[in-house]
């Protein structure tokens, strides 16, 4: 019961990595709201929220389009008004394109980044100014008033083949995760990320085609790939009290992918 009575926004959190997310966070005892533009699960599957409220657990779900500015400031202040504060922000809304530079249209190009750049500065500046002017959680570390966990990617430090606009997005949440580390450390903030590997989530598409399933194999040297569950884990510890002295860090869980 690491979170226990923690307030979670999750966004992205009905489909893969954000999902084993909201139910790791629901099981650990966590007030979790969901934010996404959906409920349907895009890897097939009862909605998030209603497999944790089955079991007993605290979560619900709002709509919320990160690439929106109104969306993003409402989901936080719908989070405080449902459990009276938020605690922690986890973003992990994407977009996902799958093309090389000369590809890459403008559109597509910016809709990659209000959703998987932009929503994430949107996102947490709505939470980190709630944060601020609120005091530290009950039972919680006196000196943390809350936490940022951005999913990031180990495309965000290396080369995304095929994929610039999402590599481009995701090296941009490394680099705002230690910015916001470091500017809101005294206001007791602590922001951190996550970069996973190849994870298979059990969706379709590109991520599933043979020839990246092979690469990501060979640039892995754990012998399996990486699960959304491998990541919640990760996104647990930096969300507890156990990261008691750990911001503005980007935690790989990627099978040993950039020891490589």
Request: with cysteine; charged share 20%.
């Amino acid at each position: 019961m690491r979170l226990k009575n923690r307030v979670v926004l999750i966004t992205g959190g009905a489909s893969g990595i954000g999902r084993a997310i909201a139910l790791r966070f629901c099981r650990e005892g966590a007030h979790v709201v969901i934010g996404d533009i959906t409920t349907e699960v895009l890897e097939g599957g009862t909605p998030t929220h209603e497999i944790a409220t089955a079991e007993g657990l605290s979560c619900s779900w709002l709509r919320c389009d990160v690439s929106d500015e109104a969306d993003c400031e409402a989901a936080i202040a719908q989070t405080i008004a449902r459990h009276g504060r938020i605690d922690v922000l986890v973003n992990n809304a994407v977009a996902r394109l799958g093309k090389p530079l000369l590809d890459v249209s403008r559109a597509e190009w910016d809709r990659m980044m209000a959703v998987g750049l932009t929503g994430v500065f949107m996102m947490t500046k709505a939470a980190v100014r709630a944060m601020v002017g609120q005091t530290p959680p009950e039972g919680g570390l006196p000196d943390v008033r809350g936490r940022i966990v951005n999913i990031s990617s180990q495309h965000g430090m290396v080369a995304s083949p095929e994929d610039i606009a999402y590599g481009t997005a995701k090296a941009g949440v490394v680099y705002m995760t230690r910015q916001v580390a470091v500017d809101y450390a005294k206001a007791g903030i602590v922001c951190n990320a996550v970069a996973p590997g190849k994870i298979m989530t059990g969706k379709g598409g590109r991520a599933i085609e043979p020839r990246w399933v092979d690469y990501s194999h060979s640039r892995t040297p754990w012998p399996r790939l990486g699960t959304p569950e491998d990541v919640a884990g990760s996104a647990l510890f930096l969300a507890s009290d156990d990261a008691a002295y750990v911001t503005g860090h980007n935690l790989l869980v990627d099978g040993g992918w950039m020891a490589f």
